[in-house]
């Protein structure tokens, strides 16, 4: 029927047309939204990723060029990162992280991009996330992100140190976002995007 097929799309264009009138910045073509107000301090750090990326990893990189054209700071799901295929655009809850050493957090984004990418190129090889392949897929997406972080950490375990990079698998932490339904993962959403605006 129409609806089923429009609506999605209809979404999706809302969306690219939100994102591209909150771009900041770009990074060799990769637009950088910032939905939340965080400005510089989110472009200049995810800007600052995609080089880690780039530089230590042209095998990585080309992957996420692939599969991924814009970067937006928004709120999304309940993990903080969530890549939709249909528009190659990963969705940051980014957070500045002022405890650790800018180095770190650089690294960390990198870390997630190189996950999110491996979403990006799971997806482009026919193979959906479902309740059937969810554990299957985050566990190759971290394996990915883990071994952009060894690489990291083999260049400089002083700057990059193992220990704060390295991402243990764990499917109970992902089990609570997976076995929500469509209303419960809106009504979360909703809630996590006010309490964003009033505390941002």
Known sequence: TLMPSFLPKFVDRMMLWSIRGSVK????GIGLADM????DSFSNIIQASLRLIQEQDPRRYARVKQHIAWIANQINNAMGAQYEPSIRTLFLEFDEAGELQLDVVIAHYACIIVHEATH????????KMSTETAVRIERLCTAEQNRFAVRLSARDPARYPSVLLQHKFDARYWEPEWKKGGGERASSFAKRWLHDRKTG
């Open 25 to 28: 910045s770009r990074f060799d």
């Open 36 to 39: 939340r107000g965080d400005g």
């Open 120 to 127: 990006g190129l799971i997806d482009s090889r026919g193979i």
